[in-house]
Nanobody, 114 residues
């Protein structure tokens, strides 16, 4: 069983930055594929970024260049650094861990005002 707890969301003005964190449980954290997804009001949950256990990263075109995912295996935490935020980035951001099964956190709300 893997438990994920996101933090770092909040209200920010357009053009601002936020760093989201996701703390995970489990002894095999370094083997997890970790990702961030987001769900805007009235829309489906969409992929944002992913980082493999080897450190390889994959981005959605909508956030490429503006966002960076990275992991700290010693702290069992994955981060999402978001810059140049836009109102359309407003969503609940969910952390995902894949290790055989998919595990999800409860999400953290990011609101970007224009």
């Amino acid at each position: 069983q893997v438990q994920l707890v996101e933090s770092g969301g909040g209200l920010v003005q357009a053009g601002g930055s936020l760093r989201l964190s996701c703390a995970a449980s489990g002894r095999t954290f370094s083997s997890y594929v970790l990702g961030w997804f987001r769900q805007a009001p009235g829309k489906e949950r969409d992929f944002v970024e992913r980082i493999s256990w080897t450190g390889g990263t994959y981005y959605a075109d909508s956030v490429k260049v503006r966002c960076t995912i990275y992991r700290d295996n010693a702290k069992k935490t994955v981060y999402l650094q978001m810059n140049s935020l836009k109102p359309e980035d407003t969503a609940v951001y969910y952390c995902n861990a894949r290790y055989g099964l998919d595990y999800w956190g409860n999400g953290t709300l990011v609101t970007v005002s224009s």
